[in-house]
């Protein structure tokens, strides 16, 4: 009987072996990899703590290897239905897959994951390629191609992607326990404000079509990527003068309501006035922002939904004297404006 509560260790050649029982009373025997009593002793003292917690344990326990235990994190943000499952497929295939390979999980410890980090302050991002560009006053400028080093924030991101790999292997019982993962100091606090002036000439070096999408950020400070310009018109109602978010469509999954002021108003009138014209020439969009894209060269412009805007923000932002400025500051810009006006946070 106290064999069945404890377990015991067999000498093997020069190996030992761990043997117990499981919650159903099976017996289980295991190599435990080593030649040491002690650290013998330690593995199967991992093995009964996981029968304590019910972790269930079989002959693959620790066997799992990093293929195995990236495609399940994968699989875990599928189902969860998270939205950044290309960014960690991303950081995945890029990063963390090339310097770990196909190595077992159990044999990346703490001083791995240190050196993993020491390699990547060592990487650099590029963040332009060479470029020339005319500003107001008719002077040319050349810019060669910048390089940045990899920032703590992004090195995190990987690792955090790493420890949920370990968690997720442990939750399965393919693992009895993980390393420490240690955490870089990060030191990316933001506060880009736009004042009104540097406002509107970002906004003038701007295209037609994207002017009253930044305009529509400025004054509702809403996040651009995920809730400007998906924006339809069945969430504008005039009469009631509200523009409502689903839920599950903003960062926290609730819905939204945002009151209309008197400018937002004009532009969205614009904006209907250039529906109602796209309607009489026979195209159908149900965005309230979206731009002209012809499907091939000389055909017919369609309107399309946009996507996005980088490289003319920048290129913006640049010909107006404030290079390095992004689409978020407008969400920063707009909360600071309705606290001035008297509205609670």
């Not at 991992?46 to 699989?75: M, T």
């Not at 190595?103 to 990547?120: C, D, G, P, S």
């Not at 009631?240 to 689903?246: F, H, V």
């Not at 979206?290 to 913006?316: Q, S, Y």
């Amino acid at each position: 009987m106290p064999k069945r509560e404890t377990g015991e260790l067999i000498l093997r050649g020069k190996t030992w072996y761990c043997r117990w029982y499981d919650h159903k009373g099976i017996r289980r025997q295991e190599s435990s990899g080593s030649q040491k009593r002690a650290e013998a002793e330690k593995t199967l003292r991992q093995k009964l703590k996981a029968k304590d917690d019910g972790v269930p344990l079989g002959p693959d326990v620790g066997k799992v290897r990093f293929p195995e235990a990236a495609k399940d994190l994968i699989n875990d943000y599928q189902i969860t239905g998270k939205r950044s499952i290309k960014v960690a497929q991303r950081r995945i295939d890029k990063h963390l897959a090339p310097y770990f390979g196909k190595v077992k999980m159990v044999t990346i410890t703490t001083t791995e994951v240190r050196a993993y980090i020491a390699k990547r302050q060592n990487d650099t991002v590029l963040v332009r390629k060479e470029r020339r560009w005319q500003s107001d006053d008719g002077r040319w400028h050349h810019e060669d191609e910048i390089r940045r080093p990899v920032s703590a924030a992004e090195i995190n991101r990987e690792l955090t992607t790493l420890k949920r790999m370990f968690s997720l292997a442990m939750q399965a019982g393919k693992l009895l326990h993980k390393p420490h993962v240690p955490l870089l100091r990060e030191n990316n606090t933001r506060t880009g404000f736009f004042e009104p002036e540097q406002f509107q000439s970002v906004r003038r070096h701007l295209p037609e079509a994207i002017q009253p999408i930044v305009t529509f950020a400025y004054i509702t400070g809403w996040r651009i990527a995920s809730e400007v310009l998906p924006l339809q018109w069945r969430q504008v109602d005039f009469e009631a003068g509200e523009i409502r978010l689903d839920a599950g469509t903003t960062k926290n999954g609730e819905g939204r309501v945002f009151v209309m002021s008197d400018d937002l108003r004009t532009l969205l009138k614009t904006q209907q006035t250039r529906h109602e014209d796209l309607k009489k020439a026979g195209h159908l969009c149900p965005y309230v922002f979206f731009r002209l894209v012809a499907e091939k060269r000389g055909g017919e412009k369609k309107p399309h939904c946009v996507k996005a805007f980088t490289k003319v923000w920048k290129n913006a932002c640049r010909a107006a004297g404030c290079p390095g400025r992004i689409p978020h500051d407008l969400r920063r810009t707009a909360v600071r404006n309705m606290v001035r006006r008297g509205v609670p946070e």
